[in-house]
């Protein structure tokens, strides 16, 4: 691939990913937000964090491994009740990375 086809190709993606984020901001622009709507946009974060990382705890490997040697699913399982009570993304993701470390370290 010549170097000016990778460029081409980052700016038309680099457009398009402009394009579909300024669209709606054009369209709702002084309009009233429907309150379900802003509920609605509440589980967007959690929702797109679950689809990225899910599929590391549950297929590591590229296929479904629920057993005991799966640290991916182990810092998931002693995270959980922490995140569920405190509903913290970040702090999902900082102790979650800091439970993994730890069960390397010491398994």
Known sequence: MSAEYVWGAIFIMMGVT???????????????????????LTYVPTAIFGALVLPDVFLPAGS????????YLW???????????????????????????LLQAVL
């Open 75 to 101: 810092s998931t399982v002693i995270i959980f009740p922490l995140v569920y009570k405190t509903k913290s993304l970040g702090l999902a993701i900082v102790s979650g990375a800091a439970v993994f470390a």
């Open 64 to 71: 479904l491994d629920l057993g005991l040697n799966n640290l």
């Open 18 to 40: 402009y394009i579909s984020r300024i669209i709606p901001f054009l369209l709702l622009a002084g309009k009233p937000v429907p309150r379900w709507f802003k509920t609605w």
